[in-house]
């Protein structure tokens, strides 16, 4: 884990309470067991606990200390995937939701830390088709606002009626203001950290985003149905 930064505030840190699972060392005859204890150990949590849980692991990413990185990858696919909702507001991934619910004590930003772990967060079946994956890929990003704003996010897609639906209906939704747009680039795989098939939303996650310079504004769609849920 060296790739994270010492926390500055170790000191005045309490010690993260950890499931026994994510501080297992990693053994790769184990790892399916562990993938699939590091998803219990997060799934029978209440949302306001598996947000506690999601900034312990991220607390102790950032200061160095080992975790079992099959538990942890698994754990942080279900927080990059689902939703919490305290006191009856949405606060979008649990990865933004521990953001703000830590109130600045990060010190790495969330698409730091899931593009650190973007490899263990995928399956088995998804990183045989990263690895497949040679010819550029055309990627698509739905949002409102400024295009450079828009641009700089890491969760993009090869699918433009994904990207279209998140730029005039999701976003729209939860109160976000501004003009609909979908941004495209052309991208080699190797800028590409992840591929994520479990939503059906054709995902590619790319760190820190892509400069506006890189991108270009397609026109949205007219003919998209609408949707019941943030799966395209």
Known sequence: MKHFVPSKHGAERLPPSLPEVFLRADAPERMNQDRED???A????TDEARIGLITDLIMHLEDMKPLNTA????AFRLAWELEPYLGGKRLGTYFSAAE?????RFESGVSEIVGRLAN??????ERRRLSETKAPLIVYRGGVGDPASISQ????????SCADFYARKWLVRWGAAGEPRILSSQIEPEVVAAMFDGRDESEILIPNGLPVERVVEVPTLSDVKPRSSGSC
Request: aromatic residues 6%.
């Open 38 to 40: 590091g998803q219990n």
């Open 42 to 45: 997060f799934l029978i949590l």
């Open 71 to 74: 538990a942890t990858g698994s």
């Open 100 to 104: 703000i619910i830590s109130a600045g």
């Open 120 to 125: 263990e967060m995928m399956t088995a079946d």
């Open 153 to 160: 996010g890491m969760s993009w897609t090869t699918d433009i």
